[in-house]
């Protein structure tokens, strides 16, 4: 099986519908400052739903090493940029005396 040859279903599906899922999981994660571990584990729970939907809805491969794989990876990195960029604002805000912006992915101290 092609890894990629179901790009609208990936595009579709993984990106935007889990993907976006990711991206507020990763958000909420910060916000209750937990750590980057715990994007790792929820993004894993959702990659598996999303295989699940992938097999349910289009007869992809349910059990796919490969599969699972692509799809873990980015529905992961998504989580875990969301993550850091939240991270990363709380830390400004909530410490403007200790610490400020270096970059959109770290802080520094003053």
């Known amino acids: 099986m092609n890894l990629f040859a179901d790009w609208p279903v990936f595009l579709g599906l993984t990106l935007c519908l889990f993907g976006g899922g990711a991206w507020l999981m990763g958000g909420a994660i910060a916000a209750t400052w937990r750590s980057y571990w715990q994007v ?23 059990l796919s090493p490969s599969g699972f794989l ?21 830390m400004v805000r909530q410490y403007p005396w200790l610490f400020e912006k270096a970059g959109p992915l770290s802080w520094r101290e003053r």
């Open 70 to 90: 692509r799809d873990g990876v980015t529905i992961i990195a998504i989580g875990l940029l969301s993550w850091r960029l939240g991270q990363v604002e709380r």
């Open 40 to 62: 790792v584990g929820y993004g894993v729970l959702l990659t598996l739903f999303d295989r699940f939907l992938h097999w349910g809805l289009f007869d992809g491969g349910l």
